[in-house]
């Protein structure tokens, strides 16, 4: 998996692009007013977005008019409607789940678990760009062929405003985001056990408890096979003992226990005494 700077990182951005998917669609400058012609110091300025539309008078009054009818409304604007609502919507569930996904956090479960999160969320932040893109895409397609028709008056002809801008910014992020998300693929953890992680920090004394008391006992049981062991050694020395003695005694000793039938011979000049040779 990733490292947990990068994800960090990552979830920055997405959420920036949330917000800036959340703003961008409540803004009402999409499109805003042309100042072209031959007086280019205009009365008022003009502009339309996604829910109201606004007029900015030369006096300094600021008015707004919200686009009650949605049938009547074109097929480019509703279009931007709902892709901008459902941005909006699968870019938060995708930042529910990256604070899941993250490595930093304590909940989300184990390491694959959390792998397996991260993931789905840059899946949803990846989607939530392509829900940008398309209406943004559309809108200033529809704004610059528009002002580029000459059949369109002077006083009718809009560019993109603000709001535009700032969606594809918010589509850049989200997208960035989704990417690095989506690299925290789960890793094997050779010779590591996969343990779920534990929001309270009683359970994890208590597991840490019940592992040291498992080792103990795993060493208490490892010395008694050993004594043992030991114990049955010494008990094999001990009954072969006996059968050996005989032969580790030295051979003058060896030769004290004879028969009598064997008896060593005497030396004959001390069978005479004095008196038999005199």
């Known amino acids: 998996m990733l490292s947990s700077a990068v994800q960090i990182l990552a979830f920055a951005l997405a959420l920036l692009g949330v917000l800036g998917a959340t703003v961008a669609t409540l803004l009402p400058n ?19 977005g996604l829910w109201m539309d606004c007029t900015w008078y030369s006096t ?26 459902l941005s909006c919507m699968t870019a938060s569930l995708g930042l529910c789940l990256a604070s899941l996904g993250l490595k930093c956090t304590r909940w989300g479960g184990s390491h694959r678990a959390k792998g397996h ?15 940008c893109l398309v209406p943004a895409s559309w809108f200033t397609n529809e704004v610059i062929t528009s002002f580029l028709d000459a059949n369109v008056p002077e006083s009718s002809k809009f560019e993109p405003g603000g709001a535009v801008y700032v969606t594809f910014i918010s589509a850049g992020f989200l997208l960035a985001g989704g990417f690095i998300f989506c690299l925290s693929c789960p890793g094997k953890r050779s010779g590591q056990p996969d343990f779920s992680s534990s929001t309270d920090p009683d359970k994890l004394v208590q597991q840490q408890l019940r592992q040291e008391k498992l080792y103990r006992d795993q060493l ?4 008694l ?54």
């Open 117 to 131: 999160t991260a993931i789905a969320a840059g899946g949803c932040f990846i989607l939530a760009s392509v829900l």
């Open 220 to 223: 208490q049981r490892q010395q």
């Open 60 to 85: 300094g009054v600021f008015s707004c008019t919200l686009k009650y009818s949605v049938l009547s409304l074109p097929a480019y604007l509703q279009t931007a409607r709902t892709t901008m609502v």
């Open 30 to 48: 999409w499109k805003v007013s042309a100042d072209v012609g031959t007086n280019i110091m205009t009365a008022m300025s003009q502009m339309q």
């Open 225 to 278: 096979e050993r004594e043992q062991r030991r114990r049955e050694e010494q008990q094999r020395q001990q009954e072969a003992a006996p059968e050996e003695a005989p032969q580790d005694k030295p051979q003058h000793e060896q030769q004290k226990y004879y028969s009598p039938s064997k008896l060593p011979p005497k030396d004959i000049k001390a069978g005479y005494s004095l008196q038999d040779y005199v």
